[in-house]
């Protein structure tokens, strides 16, 4: 029960992550691959802000999710809607964004080197102890899964409560159609890739209340984001959360019963399973 607990409370901070790069793919069509150095610059802010000003974590995301969304919408409108624009198919758009994305993952990762050092950081906030089933937890984790829920549940009505966000699933499903139903694909597209930057943002600020982090482990989250994108099928958020919480449970299992060094193993080992034997996602439909 305890690692079934811990790997739950882990499991949704990456989620948040998970959800960001859902929104970036599943709705822009962009595979981003500098997504982890969102995240890790995130931990940082967090870091930087709590440290020098004694701002609360929790506080502090009002002010990190909506730079990150400014910055991401710059990342969009200059380096990526030109690629956007001149890809003949979707193939072509994939392959460039990943050369472009994977330029931007060492431009953000040396920016941090220069600024913070390559040393692990962390910092001690609500270091008490919260009673589950009789075990206790740390606070910290309790109240990240608490906030990363809300986020989440956030994402969710607007997705499927408000036009807007139909309007959003709808150029996830096909673009093209979207667009002959009048819906500004391009401006959809933007705001996706933003609003995933910002997720990804709010899961970096969480998980650095409880987590040790540095400068160069940007892509060990991309990956973690990517195989729990794939495990709950491109484009469904349901999926992801899902998927996430099976993941933090894995690497949790793993690190108790064998090896915490062995944690990387076994998300790769889960994600082959997945291409193996359910291609589509959790949720997904086999294509005909």
């Not at 940007?218 to 998927?243: E, N, P, Q, S």
Request: with cysteine.
């Amino acid at each position: 029960m305890e690692t079934i607990v811990t790997g739950i409370l882990l499991g949704g901070t990456y989620a948040l992550i998970a959800l960001g790069l859902t929104l970036q793919y599943g709705v822009a069509r962009i595979m981003n691959l500098a997504n982890g150095e969102t995240f890790v610059a995130a931990c940082f802010i967090a870091f930087w802000l709590f440290t020098s000003y004694a701002v609360n974590p929790l506080w502090g995301i009002l002010v990190i999710a909506p730079l990150a969304f400014v910055v991401n919408w710059g990342i969009y409108s200059i380096l990526l809607r030109p690629l956007v624009d001149r890809a003949k198919n979707q193939g072509m758009l994939e392959v460039d964004s990943i050369l472009a994305t994977f330029g931007l993952l060492f431009l953000f990762q040396g920016l941090m080197l220069r600024g913070f050092g390559g040393a692990y950081t962390s910092y001690t906030f609500l270091a008490d102890r919260f009673d589950i089933f009789g075990t206790y937890y740390g606070l910290n984790r309790v109240v990240a899964f608490g906030a990363a829920c809300v986020i989440a549940a956030g994402l969710y009505l607007f997705l499927y409560k408000t036009r807007y966000g139909t309007a959003v699933r709808a150029v996830a499903v096909n673009p093209n159609s979207a667009n002959l139903v009048g819906i500004d694909v391009a401006k959809a597209a933007a705001l996706c890739f933003a609003l995933g930057g910002a997720l990804t943002a709010c899961g970096g600020t969480l998980l650095s209340t409880f987590y040790s982090f540095n400068a160069s482990m940007g892509v060990i989250f991309t990956m973690k984001a990517l195989i729990i994108v794939i495990m709950g099928g491109v484009g469904d958020v349901r999926g992801a959360v899902i998927a996430a919480l099976i993941l933090g449970i894995a690497e949790t299992a793993v690190a108790r019963l064998i090896d915490p060094g062995l944690t990387l193993a076994a998300t790769y080992a889960l994600f082959v399973l997945v291409l193996l034997f359910r291609p589509q996602g959790i949720f997904g439909r086999q294509q005909a």
